[in-house]
Each structure stands twice: as structure tokens, then as C-alpha cells.
């Protein structure tokens, strides 16, 4: 599905995922190799969907703003809170970074880290 979203949205999902995945996950095994506390399979699982939101954008939707709430509706509608919060709150523009926890933090960071282009 996201190597077809290639060809119908101006959007690279799969590289941007895979991206932010391997970011996320050499961030939080350095976090835990210092000793502190970072869940990497919570960091894993919601680095390789914190976009899943992209694909319940209808045409002349503005995605960059709601493919949150889109992800955050996929996880909740599957009881998947936790992880959900973390997907779908990738970005820090209207969050109170003081009270994220260490996976969410290393979320954001990758997702700024890897830059998607379009077109």
C-alpha cells in the first residue's frame, strides 16, 4: 500500500517511515545504553506508523495538519492507546514538551530529523 501511495500522493511514505524508524531506534538504544529507561518496542511500533493517519486523508484535505487525528483515530478505534498517543503526537508544534515521555521525545526527533519531499 505505501509503495503504491508513491504513485497516486505526493507523499514518500515508505522511505520517510523507514527513516524515521532507523532514527527512532538508534536514538532509543543509545538512551537505553546509557541507562535509562526507553521502551524500544513501543519506540519501534510507533515510528513505523506515526503516518498510517496519511491514508484516511480524503482529496483537498489539508494532511500535513489532520493525518494526526487520523492516527490517532486508527489506534484508539483498536484499543491501542498508548502506542496511539505516541504515533499520532509526532510532532511538538502544539504539545507540552516537558511532559512527553522519553519515546514520544525520540518520536519527534526523528520525524524532524528525516525530512520527506514531494514531487
Known amino acids: 500500500m ?5 504513485e497516486t500522493t505526493p507523499f514518500r511514505t515508505l522511505g520517510h517511515i523507514a527513516g524515521v524508524h532507523y532514527i527512532a531506534m538508534t536514538v532509543a538504544r543509545g538512551i537505553r545504553e546509557a541507562g535509562e529507561n526507553v521502551d524500544l518496542a513501543l519506540v519501534s511500533a510507533a515510528a513505523a506508523a506515526h503516518d498510517l493517519g496519511k491514508f484516511g486523508c480524503r482529496p483537498g484535505e489539508r494532511v500535513p495538519l489532520l493525518h494526526y487525528y487520523y492516527t490517532d483515530q486508527w489506534f484508539t478505534q483498536r484499543q491501542l492507546n498508548t ?3 505516541i504515533a499520532a503526537n509526532h510532532s511538538v508544534w502544539d504539545l507540552e514538551i ?8 525520540v518520536l519527534v526527533y526523528a520525524d524532524f530529523r528525516v525530512k520527506q519531499t514531494r514531487n
Open 2 to 6: 505505501m509503495r503504491l501511495s508513491e
Open 83 to 85: 502506542l496511539g498517543h
Open 98 to 105: 516537558e511532559n512527553l515521555s522519553s519515546e514520544s521525545l
